[in-house]
C-alpha cells in the first residue's frame, strides 16, 4: 500500500520560482528520502533526512522534516528548465532492510 | 565506471510467455530491489535482496520471481502468470540495506503484446 501521498500531482512555474512538493505519510519512519525521475529514465537519489532531523539542505534543495504532522516538504529555490522532472518522496519504515515506499509523485514543469 | 545497468531497454512480449530481465551493478552493493512502475504511479516493491542467495518478496510479488546467484546480478523473471506485466520496471542497489540510498538503473519498459 501506497505510504506517502504528495500533492501537488503537478505543478507548473517560470524559471527562476521556487517550488515546493509535500508529501505526507502514515506510518512512523526512520527516514525520508527525495528522488528525482527525468521521463522514461532511473531515479536519482536527491537528499535524505533522518527522523530526528527537522531541516536539511543541499544546494538549491532544502528539505524540512515534522514527525508529528508526518509530513515532508522539498523546496527548489531558482528553479531553472533543467529541474523539470517527477520528484518522489520515499518512507523507510523498517529496520535494516532497506524496504522504501514511494509516493506517486510530483510532475514539476518549469518554463524557459 | 560504475553503476547498474539493466537490459534490455525495451522488450516485447506475447501473451503466455516468460520473459526475464537483466540487472548487474558493478558498486559491489550488498542490496538489490525490483521495482515496477505504472504510468502517472509511483515506484512497488517486487522482491529484494538484503544478500547473495537470499531474496524476500515485496509488496506485489504474485507472477514475478527472481534469483540471486551472484552479488552483482539480480534478474527479474515475469511469468506467464502476471495478468497485467506491461509497466517499466526498475532496478535498484544499495550498499547496506537500509544504511543510505539506493541508486536506480535507467529502467526496463515491457510491453505485452
Known amino acids: 500500500s501506497q505510504q506517502g501521498e504528495e500533492d501537488p500531482q503537478a505543478l507548473s512555474i517560470q524559471e527562476g520560482e521556487n517550488a515546493t512538493m509535500n508529501c505526507s505519510y502514515k506510518?512512523?519512519?526512520?527516514?525520508l528520502q527525495w528522488y528525482r525521475q527525468n521521463s522514461g529514465r532511473g531515479l536519482v537519489h536527491l537528499i535524505l533526512i533522518r527522523s530526528n532531523e527537522r531541516e536539511k539542505h543541499s544546494g538549491r534543495l532544502r528539505v524540512t522534516l515534522d514527525t508529528s504532522k508526518k509530513s515532508s516538504s522539498l523546496l527548489i529555490t531558482a528553479s531553472r528548465a533543467a529541474d523539470t522532472a517527477s520528484y518522489f518522496c520515499a518512507t523507510d519504515i523498517s529496520s535494516n532492510t532497506g524496504k522504501l515506499i514511494f509516493g506517486q509523485g510530483t510532475t514539476l514543469q518549469v518554463k524557459p | 565506471d560504475g553503476g547498474i545497468t539493466q537490459s534490455p531497454k525495451y522488450l516485447f512480449r506475447k501473451e503466455g510467455q516468460n520473459v526475464t530481465l537483466s540487472c548487474e551493478q558493478n558498486l559491489n552493493h550488498d542490496a538489490m530491489y525490483w521495482y515496477r512502475q505504472d504510468p502517472g504511479q509511483g515506484l512497488r516493491l517486487i522482491y529484494y535482496s538484503q544478500i547473495v542467495n537470499d531474496f524476500q518478496k515485496g509488496d506485489i510479488a504474485e507472477g514475478y520471481s527472481v534469483s540471486r546467484e551472484k552479488k552483482e546480478s539480480f534478474p527479474l523473471t515475469v511469468t506467464s502468470a502476471q495478468k497485467n506485466p506491461t509497466a517499466f520496471y526498475l532496478c535498484?542497489?544499495?550498499?547496506?540495506?537500509?544504511?543510505?540510498?539506493?541508486?536506480f538503473g535507467p529502467g526496463t519498459r515491457l510491453t505485452v503484446l
Open positions: 506510518t512512523s519512519i526512520n527516514n
Open positions: 535498484a542497489s544499495e550498499g547496506l540495506a537500509g544504511s543510505n540510498e539506493q541508486f
